[in-house]
């Protein structure tokens, strides 16, 4: 409850300085002065049983006051009633305390007058009294719907973050699904291109790409494309079941002649791999062939080629 107590403090005065701060900027800047005039409200409505009290108190200690006077207006008349009944004996004895019987009654009258008065406002003050309980109670149901909005928000809140950790599932579901679904959609592609119409109308470049999406396709691991320039006669680099592949690629319109067989040689060599391979979409010629029994570097021509892109599409 004090920890309550001093928030509502701290609302009310921050109320004010907000209110200050909108008389400073009323013809100023009208957007700071909306900015501190709805901050002054929010505070006064935080602090609003703060904010009845303090207009309450004053009111209920002015009753008191007013109702200590009556009090001790009633005990003057009281005293004033001895006083005249003794008065009126003396007067019955004394004629000459006539005068003096004539100024208290005065004076009686006088506090009589000024104690309807004090009735009337005492009337007016306990009116006002109702009337501030009446707004307190109105303050009370206010306050209970806005917890009963709370409730609601943090219900709503609650809600919104189950659908949140849902939908995030289903994103991660997605991607999972996407992933699994990616790889094969590119080999769908991948196999629409199968075919010697399309590689036998590419250029070099496009063929070593080729080559290599057909390995990786086939199950070989660690493909790489070497350099266009200096790759020392290999242009795929390639690794299966341990063993490294060193190829060179040749998208050739006539037969695959002596120099690509050594080229092959040696840049399996230079690559450290195993294996060289010269695969190309035409046929080689029958001093390649015996130069390539020679070195053991192993030949693809066009039959080969379609045997692996057939081997693929029954994958």
Excluded at 68 to 86: A, F
Excluded at 92 to 107: S, V
Excluded at 158 to 185: A, D, V
Excluded at 266 to 284: E, L, P, Q, R, W
Aim: hydrophobic fraction near 35%.
């Amino acid at each position: 409850m004090k920890i309550k107590t001093e928030k509502n403090k701290y609302a009310f005065s921050f109320g004010i300085l907000s209110l200050l701060m909108t008389i400073i900027y009323i013809k100023k800047d009208s957007y700071l002065f909306l900015f501190f005039l709805i901050i002054a409200f929010a505070c006064f409505l935080y602090s609003r049983k703060m904010w009845f009290k303090i207009i309450s108190k004053p009111i209920i200690k002015r009753i008191i006051k007013l109702n200590d006077r009556k009090l001790k207006l009633q005990e003057e008349v009281k005293i004033l009633e001895t006083n005249k009944n003794q008065i009126l004996k003396y007067v019955l004895n004394k004629n000459e305390k006539i005068e003096e019987i004539n100024k208290y009654k005065e004076t009686v009258k006088q506090l009589t007058l000024k104690e309807k008065e004090l009735n009337i406002e005492i009337i007016k003050l306990e009116d006002k009294k109702r009337t501030i309980e009446q707004i307190v109670k109105q303050e009370q149901l206010v306050t209970r719907a806005i917890e009963g909005e709370e409730r609601t928000f943090n219900i709503l809140s609650q809600k919104n973050e189950t659908l949140e950790k849902k939908k995030n599932e289903l994103e991660m579901e997605i991607k999972k699904f996407t992933n699994k679904l990616l790889p094969l959609n590119n080999r769908k592609n991948f196999i629409e291109k199968c075919n010697f119409n399309y590689i036998d109308n590419i250029d070099g470049y496009e063929f070593e790409k080729f080559i290599a999406e057909l390995l990786e396709n086939l199950g070989y691991k660690e493909v790489l494309t070497t350099k266009e320039s200096s790759d020392y006669g290999i242009d795929v680099v390639a690794v299966k079941d341990g063993i490294r592949y060193a190829i060179q690629c040749k998208n050739y319109s006539q037969s695959v002649g002596n120099n690509a067989i050594q080229e092959a040689y040696s840049g399996k060599n230079f690559y450290d791999c195993h294996v060289a391979i010269v695969v190309t979409n035409n046929y080689y010629t029958s001093n390649a062939i015996n130069q390539a029994k020679m070195n053991k570097v192993v030949l693809w021509d066009r039959n080969k080629l379609d045997e692996l892109m057939r081997t693929l599409t029954e994958m």
